[in-house]
């Protein structure tokens, strides 16, 4: 059974930082793409960030570009997330996925998920 | 980026009734890779439709999906108890990957 695990979740004040973790069992990490999908309150899902399973691409979306970097740690099952610069509005119930990645659309299929780490960004 | 939305923003209904949500897309989703996800609170999302129609692994049958290009529908043929969530849609046809608002389905 797939289990995807995120912690590092908290209060933190605008331009501030913070470092989510998604521990993963239940698959074969290293090959696995891996994202970083956020809910604000009152908004819809967001598509953040992503990783291949090596670690050598990763994809940002623009909201977070410049601020946000993706990484992963095959070693131990573990994806990254590396928040700088946050803003009133990062503020969000940030999960970790594993994708299904199709290359004719270059886009992801969201398969399993984590149950979230909430991140309030106080102004 | 391709826009989804859903309707209605909120579904109430009865154990046993028949639901039908929707979402329409801003444009043509290529080859219908159109999902659909469920959400109760406080868990995780769970992948329920794929490719507009595929049910995936350990969804139950009463969960079917259908459409095409913008208009994509999630029908719940006999409501269970169990099956009182938020849904969302969600695109992978194009780049980068996006979500509607979601569906509260709610017990009447």
């Known amino acids: 059974e797939v289990q995807l695990s995120e912690s590092g979740g908290g209060l933190v004040q605008s331009g501030g930082s913070l470092r989510l973790s998604c521990a993963a069992s239940g698959l074969t990490f290293s090959k696995c793409v891996m994202t970083w999908v956020r809910l604000a309150p009152g908004k819809g899902l967001e598509w953040v960030s992503g990783i291949s399973g090596s670690g050598a691409s990763t994809s940002y979306g623009d909201s977070v570009k410049g601020r946000f970097t993706i990484s992963r740690d095959n070693s131990k099952n573990t994806l990254y997330l590396q928040m700088n610069s946050l803003r009133a509005e990062d503020t969000a119930v940030y999960y970790c996925a594993k994708v299904q990645y199709y290359s004719d659309s270059d886009s992801y299929l969201f398969d399993y998920w984590g149950q979230g780490t909430l991140v309030t960004v106080s102004s | ?108």
């Not at chain 2, 209605?8 to 046993?16: A, E, K, Q, V």
């Open chain 2, 1 to 108: 980026e391709i826009v989804l939305t859903q309707s209605p923003g909120t579904l109430s209904l009865s154990p046993g009734e028949r639901a039908t949500l929707s979402c329409r897309a801003s444009q043509s989703v290529r080859n219908n890779y159109l999902a659909w996800h469920q959400q109760k609170p406080g868990q995780a999302p769970r992948l329920l439709i794929h490719g507009a129609s595929s049910r995936a692994t350990g969804i139950p049958d009463r969960f079917s999906g259908s459409g095409s290009g913008t208009d994509f529908t999630l029908t719940i043929s006999r409501l269970e108890p169990e099956d009182f969530a938020v849904y969302y849609c969600q695109q992978y046809g194009g780049s980068p990957p996006t979500f509607g608002q979601g569906t509260r389905l709610e017990i009447k």
